[in-house]
Structure formats: structure tokens, C-alpha cells
């Protein structure tokens, strides 16, 4: 397995995790992710990539089977407006592909949410840094180590 800028800085801070490869699948999303590893769709976390009115981008870690409510999060967050940033642009602010980005080692530091029920889960997967490849972790490395700030936004 190729080491990841993610895989790096999670040693780096020394998270305990376990990397799981699967068959990556254009567009098959969490659903074809938990299918290939054989667990719930709701412990693995999106990585969403999004930006304000400013243009200034956010992450945001979410429940694979649930969607953010961007009026909220924008409520909350004290932004006019937050949308889903275009592919090119979510890996100009990350360095990652869209499908393989990791909240963890992103090429410039960025404001991370996190949907507070993602810090209730025993376990969660969350992407190592390329398609194809999940890490499993405690939840509370989100906010140790990235000081992602839980918020309630989720959509079914």
C-alpha cells in the first residue's frame, strides 16, 4: 500500500489506525465503500469540501448515508451562504482528488466541522488520501487532531 499524505500526518500524530483498501467505484460513493468493507454506511464520514460567499472553503465531515443542510451550517458558522465547491477547486484547496480527500494533511490548514453525532460512533472510517483506501479511527482524533468543531447539520 502507497503511503498518503494523510497516512503521514496521521503517524505524525500518532493516531491509532487501520487502513482498509477497497475496489474503488466512480460515483459509487459511501454506499459501495461500506459494501466493500462489510460495515454500516452511516460510520463511514464524507469529506465535503465547500465554500462561503467569500469563496473561503470549509470542510465538512458528515455520515456517508446523510447530506449537510448548507443553510444551517452557514447559520451556525456565522456565513451568509456555503456551497459545495466545484471538483477542481475542493483539490486546489486540498491537494486531494475529489473521491480520495482526506481531512487529515490537506495542503493548506482549513476550518473543520463535524457532524456531532460522527463523535458519538465507536469507530468511524474516514478516506486515507486516494480512492480506494478508508482508515479507521476513534472519532475523537477529528477533534484532537484536526479541531473539528461539532455542529448539527444533517439531512437524512
Given at each position: 500500500?502507497?503511503?498518503?499524505t494523510a497516512?503521514?500526518?496521521?503517524?505524525?500524530?500518532?493516531?491509532?489506525?487501520?487502513?482498509?483498501?477497497?475496489?474503488?467505484?466512480?460515483?459509487?460513493?459511501?454506499?459501495?465503500?461500506?459494501?466493500?468493507?462489510?460495515?454500516?454506511?452511516?460510520?463511514?464520514?464524507?469529506?465535503?469540501?465547500?465554500?462561503?460567499e467569500a469563496?473561503?472553503?470549509?470542510?465538512?465531515?458528515?455520515?456517508?448515508?446523510?447530506?449537510?443542510?448548507?443553510?444551517?451550517?452557514?447559520?451556525?458558522?456565522?456565513?451568509?451562504?456555503?456551497?459545495?465547491?466545484?471538483?477542481?477547486?475542493?483539490?486546489?484547496?486540498?491537494?486531494?482528488?475529489?473521491?480520495g480527500t482526506?481531512?487529515?494533511?490537506?495542503?493548506?490548514?482549513?476550518?473543520?466541522?463535524?457532524?456531532?453525532?460522527?463523535?458519538?460512533?465507536?469507530?468511524?472510517?474516514?478516506?486515507?488520501?486516494?480512492?480506494?483506501?478508508?482508515?479507521?479511527?476513534?472519532?475523537?482524533?477529528?477533534?484532537?487532531?484536526?479541531?473539528?468543531?461539532?455542529?448539527?447539520?444533517?439531512?437524512?
Amino acid at each position: 500500500m502507497s503511503v498518503t499524505t494523510a497516512l503521514r500526518e496521521l503517524r505524525k500524530h500518532g493516531v491509532r489506525f487501520v487502513a482498509h483498501e477497497y475496489r474503488y467505484e466512480e460515483h459509487g460513493g459511501t454506499r459501495t465503500a461500506a459494501a466493500e468493507l462489510g460495515v454500516d454506511e452511516h460510520a463511514i464520514v464524507k469529506t465535503l469540501v465547500m465554500e462561503d460567499e467569500a469563496r473561503k472553503p470549509v470542510i465538512v465531515l458528515m455520515h456517508g448515508d446523510r447530506e449537510v443542510s448548507t443553510k444551517q451550517l452557514a447559520r451556525l458558522i456565522g456565513r451568509k451562504s456555503i456551497q459545495p465547491c466545484e471538483p477542481q477547486v475542493a483539490q486546489r484547496h486540498t491537494g486531494y482528488v475529489v473521491g480520495g480527500t482526506s481531512p487529515f494533511g490537506t495542503q493548506k490548514p482549513l476550518p473543520v466541522f463535524v457532524e456531532r453525532s460522527v463523535l458519538a460512533l465507536e469507530t468511524i472510517y474516514v478516506n486515507g488520501g486516494r480512492r480506494g483506501l478508508l482508515v479507521q479511527i476513534a472519532p475523537a482524533e477529528l477533534t484532537r487532531v484536526l479541531g473539528a468543531v461539532p455542529v448539527d447539520v444533517s439531512t437524512p
